[in-house]
């Protein structure tokens, strides 16, 4: 049985559409119906099908290297054809609340408002009634200066969070990765091509999986690592907050 056919046949007895397929793996819904037909020329070349049957058989409970190695097999020596348009779909890292700029032009309608009604008060009302009491009693009577109130301590924020883990990969080469939080919610997983770079935070770990590791080098928590690993190699890590300690 080809590689098509025992992806085809994993995905129907999974009871998944290739749509379904596609929001699982991030990879588009043509360049799934074309490796299940066994065209690989789709995925860009040999570098990224492999990547792709990874992916897919992640999803579908297979065993990634059996299928990667059959791979190997049926076409290591023939060229697969690079089309542009062959690329993964990568999930959006996690994205900053954005500042809002202040509505000044409302805010100084409202003041203007208030001090308009405050000077028709005065002009309809005739001079406070503080003033007219002051002129009628005479001169006041200074009164004892009154104690200052006992200071508030303030309660500041904390300015960080401590259990916050900061992953940045830059890529060398192009390189597939795989990265999950603590629950293991996939935060980003596809290709960084060259001279790209990614950072990625979330609370208490951060997981990895990088193919062809020693492209691409680590920085967690403000600490360079280097590359994780030797070129070719898929490696796992994981870290924490504070000193990066692969996990």
Known sequence: MSIGAVLAGARQQAGLTVAELSERTKIREPVITAVERDD?????????????????????????DSLVNEYEEAYGGVRVPMRAAAMFKADTPIKLHEHR??????????????VMVFGLARIMGGPPA?????????????????RPAAAVPVTRPATAVRDLVTVKISAKRSAWVNV?????????????????????????KIKLILENAGA???????????????????VRRAFGPGVPRPR
């Open 40 to 64: 690989f020329s789709i995925c860009g070349g040999d570098f990224y099908a492999r990547g792709h049957l990874r992916s897919l058989a992640r999803a579908l409970a297979l065993d990634p």
């Open 101 to 114: 700029t202040p509505n000044w032009t409302m805010a100084m309608g409202v003041a203007l408002a208030i």
């Open 130 to 146: 503080a003033v007219q009491t002051s002129a009628k009693a005479g001169p006041a009577i200074p009164k004892a200066p009154a």
């Open 180 to 204: 999950r939080d603590v629950k293991n919610k996939i935060l980003y997983q596809g290709t960084i091509v060259k001279g790209d770079s990614e950072t990625f935070k979330a609370r208490k």
């Open 216 to 234: 691409v080098s680590l920085n967690v928590n403000g600490i360079d690592l280097g590359a994780p690993g030797r070129s070719g190699q898929t």
